[in-house]
Nanobody, 119 residues
Framework: QVQLVESGGGLGQPGGSLKLSCAAS????????VRWYRQAPGEKVRDFVA???????????ESVKGRFTISRDNAKNTIYMIYLQMNSLKPEDTAVYSC?????????WGQGTQVTVSS
């Protein structure tokens, strides 16, 4: 089992920055990759944002490439942190951001954190 808890959402200004965190606990040694997704207001599906694998390889949605950076910190034995640094924010980045992990043959989701970009 893997537990995921997101934090760091809130109100950001256009052109500004926010940093989201996803704290993974449980069977963290089994995590193969972690992704960030977002669900915009009124949308029924979550869109892929960024991906990081167990060796640090990353990829991004075209809409965030060059603005967002995914990173990880697994220095602590019991907690595995995954970050999403969001720069040059745009109003269309407004969404609920959730992290997803793949481990032990299953997908795990956090509860999500709201990001609102507005002046």
């Amino acid at each position: 089992q893997v537990q995921l808890v997101e934090s760091g959402g809130g109100l950001g200004q256009p052109g500004g920055s926010l940093k989201l965190s996803c704290a993974a606990s449980g069977s963290i040694d089994s995590i193969e990759w972690v992704r960030w997704y977002r669900q915009a207001p009124g949308e029924k599906v979550r869109d892929f944002v960024a991906h990081i694998n167990s060796v640090g390889g990353t990829n991004y949605a075209e809409s965030v490439k060059g603005r967002f950076t995914i990173s990880r910190d697994n220095a602590k034995n019991t907690i595995y942190m995954i970050y999403l640094q969001m720069n040059s924010l745009k109003p269309e980045d407004t969404a609920v951001y959730s992290c997803q992990a793949f481990a032990l043959g299953r997908f795990y989701w956090g509860q999500g954190t709201q990001v609102t970009v507005s002046s």
